[in-house]
């Protein structure tokens, strides 16, 4: 019986969560590094973005929708949105009983990666206001300049599949060419949703701006939590299942495109 346990447990899916369609470019990255891992993800796009939400909105969402992943029974839990582990990590460590692993701006690698000594980063704005913003910069920006930017209205550009219109790329542009103007040199992706505009970003900054995102690090800090607790799924490919607050049809439209491979979405059950 201790043996059927324990592999039941180890083949059960990892559970994200996201705003909306951010968080894809997490499972990527998990997807690359742990293959046969399955996953569960729930984009909570009927609240998108979550960037301009109240800290006790995020904090009650994200409760609600690892709550619902917990009844999927996943192993543990990925925030796949740095709003989200900034507004709710705490609070589902407290009271979740499953690991819980979360996101950070990249302020540490960024900091050791510029040569001119500027960084600038690009945030929602409810991460430019967070607690855990302000600790990254006392413990890693303290000797470079970082140059910290609000972004309004790209992420619904991105909720949208629109990664490179005219409009998009005026509002990218207006946002990094002041942080370029003062001599920055290394960009920080501070929303999981941002990865996403790296082509159009890496046009308008080119190539020799370094842009520094953080889900291949989510990866590997996931490996080495379900290695510790002996919770790594037997080799195999693991299998994907979605769910939307918003419109199915629509999410999975936007989601197939940004994964490119078709996929099927399912509504999120009120809650």
Not at 212 to 241: F, K, M, S, Y
Request: charged share 20%.
């Amino acid at each position: 019986m201790r043996e059927l346990a324990f592999c039941t447990v180890n083949t059960a899916p990892i559970g994200i969560f996201d705003s909306g369609v951010g968080g894809l470019s997490v499972l990527r990255e998990i997807r690359a590094a742990l293959p046969a891992e399955s996953i569960d993800y729930v984009a909570d796009s009927a609240n998108a973005p979550w960037g301009d939400k109240p800290p006790g909105f995020v904090r009650d969402r994200g409760l609600a929708i690892s709550r619902f992943l917990v009844a999927q029974g996943v192993k543990a839990i990925v925030i796949g949105s740095n709003t989200g582990t900034a507004g709710s990590a705490d609070a589902l460590r407290s009271a979740l009983s499953i690991p819980v692993v979360g996101i950070e701006p990249g302020i540490k690698p960024a900091a050791s990666a510029t040569k001119t000594g500027v960084v600038g980063a690009i945030v929602p704005a409810a991460v430019s206001e967070s607690d855990r913003l302000a600790s990254l910069l006392d413990r890693f920006g303290s000797d470079v300049k970082v140059i910290i930017q609000p972004v309004p209205g790209l992420v619904e550009h991105i909720e949208e599949a629109d990664l490179d219109g005219p409009e998009l790329r005026r509002m990218v542009e207006g946002y990094i060419r002041p942080m370029l103007d003062a001599g920055a040199d290394t960009i920080v992706l501070g929303s999981t949703h941002y990865v996403f505009l790296i082509p159009v970003i890496t046009e308008i900054a080119g190539a020799h701006v370094s842009l520094i995102e953080t889900g291949a690090a989510v990866a590997r800090q996931l490996a080495r939590v379900l290695d510790e607790r002996g919770l790594r799924a037997p080799d195999g490919g693991g299998r994907e299942r979605f769910w939307t607050s918003g419109d199915p049809k629509q999410s999975a439209r936007v989601i197939s495109s940004l994964l490119g491979r078709p996929v099927t979405v399912e509504k999120l059950p009120a809650r």
